[in-house]
């Protein structure tokens, strides 16, 4: 089994930061990519920004320059360093990992149960 793993959800003003990690453990043997979704309260998950096994990145639009995404793949584990936050980037913040758990055959997803990141005005 694939354990993700989501941590540094918290409360913070306008303007503030945080930090948050993901990390995959168990019976996974390779990841491609990582990512972070999240989802607002009556809204559908959108993702947030993605980063690549050589270190690609991508990042949706009303994150960009002021989220950062970066992965430590020797310890399986994903960033999102969030800075200049506003309310509307209050939501539960998924993390997903792109991996195998075995030689052959595609890469599965893995989901993590979820942060809540709650941005005040």
């Known amino acids: 089994q694939v354990q993700v793993v989501e941590s540094g959800g918290g409360l913070v003003q306008t303007g503030g930061s945080l930090r948050l990690s993901c990390a995959a453990s168990?019976?996974?043997?390779?990841?491609?990519?990582m990512g972070w979704y999240r989802q607002a309260p009556g809204k559908q998950r959108e993702t947030v920004a993605g980063?690549?096994?050589?270190?690609?990145?991508n990042y949706a639009a009303s994150v960009k320059g002021r989220f950062t995404i970066s992965r430590d793949n020797a310890k399986n584990t994903v960033y999102l360093q969030m800075n200049s936050l506003k309310p509307e980037d209050t939501a539960v913040y998924y993390c997903?990992?792109?991996?195998?758990?075995?030689?052959?055959?595609?890469?599965?997803?893995?989901w993590g149960q979820g942060t809540q990141v709650t941005v005040s005005s």
């Open positions: 168990g019976s996974i043997i390779s990841i491609n990519a």
């Open positions: 980063i690549s096994s050589g270190g690609i990145t």
């Open positions: 997903n990992v792109l991996g195998r758990t075995s030689g052959w055959g595609p890469p599965n997803e893995y």
